[in-house]
C-alpha cells in the first residue's frame, strides 16, 4: 500500500509524516483516532422506504439513480444492508430482502411502478418494528410527499421506533401543510431528522442519502470523522440545533 498522502489528506490536517508538537498536531492525531474507530469495519441495516403511489413515479425514478450514494458514501469503511419498503395501489405494502450492493437494489427499483392509492406509512412503521426485532434496524429512510393517516397512531409508531433506537429519516417533496406536520413529528418522536427536497436537487438529496449510510454504520461519530457539509448538517438535526 502507498504511503503518498492524497491532497485532501493534507489539506485536512492528517499527514503525520512530518513530527509536529503544536495544538494543530494534536487535533489532527485527534481526528485521526476518531476516524479509525468510527470507520472500522462495522454493518449496518437500513430500510428505504418509499411512496410509490401515482404522484410518486418522477421521484421513484430520481431515487432509482441515486441511491448508489448510500453504498458509495460507506465504501470500504464498512457493509450496508439495504431493504427496499414501498406502498401503493389499494392496501399494497411490500418489503424486499435485505441486499448488499448497489445493483441489487437497483434492479429490484427498476421493476416496480407507481400505482394510484392512499398513503400507508403505518404500515412501514410496523414493519420497521417487525424488522428490528429480527436483527438491529439503523435506520429507516422515508420518502414521500403526502398523508392521509390517522396521526395519533404513527406518532405511537415513532414513538416505539424512538425507544427503539430506529431513528427515521424523513424526506419531504413539496409543501402539503398537513404531510409537513405529521413528517416532522414522525421525525421528533423516532429521534431521527426531518427535511424537504425537491426533485431538481437530485445532488442534495444523494448527498444526505449517503449520510444517512453512514451513521446507519457509524452512528455520530463516523458522520463527525467524515465531516462533510451533509454530515454536519445532519448532526446538527439529531442534535436538536436544526
Known sequence: ??????????????????????????????????????TGERSGRLI??????????????????????MFDAVGGT????????????YGECAASQFVTNTNAL?????????????????????????????????????IGDAMEENVDVLA???????LKNVPVFVFQEGHDPVASRAFKDIARLSKGAWFRFDRNAADALAKLLGAVAVYATGGLPALEARGRRE????????????
Open 106 to 142: 437497483k434492479t429490484l427499483m427498476t421493476r416496480i411502478d407507481c400505482r394510484g392509492g392512499r398513503t400507508q406509512l403505518g404500515k412501514v412503521l410496523s414493519h420497521a418494528l417487525k424488522e428490528n426485532a429480527r436483527g438491529k434496524v439503523n435506520a429507516l429512510v422515508f
Open 78 to 89: 464498512g457493509s450496508l444492508s439495504v431493504q427496499l419498503v414501498y406502498y401503493r395501489g
Open 231 to 242: 454530515d454536519r448538517l445532519m448532526i446538527g438535526h439529531l442534535s436538536g440545533k436544526k
Open 48 to 69: 428505504l422506504a418509499i411512496d410509490a403511489t401515482m404522484s410518486r413515479q418522477p421521484t421513484w425514478d430520481l431515487a432509482c439513480e441515486i441511491q448508489a450514494e
Open 1 to 38: 500500500m502507498s504511503d503518498r498522502k492524497t491532497p485532501a489528506e493534507i489539506r485536512n490536517g492528517t499527514d503525520v509524516s512530518k513530527p509536529r508538537s503544536d495544538k494543530s498536531a494534536i487535533d489532527a492525531f485527534v481526528r485521526q483516532a476518531r476516524a479509525i474507530a468510527a
Open 156 to 162: 405511537e409508531r415513532a414513538g416505539e421506533l424512538g
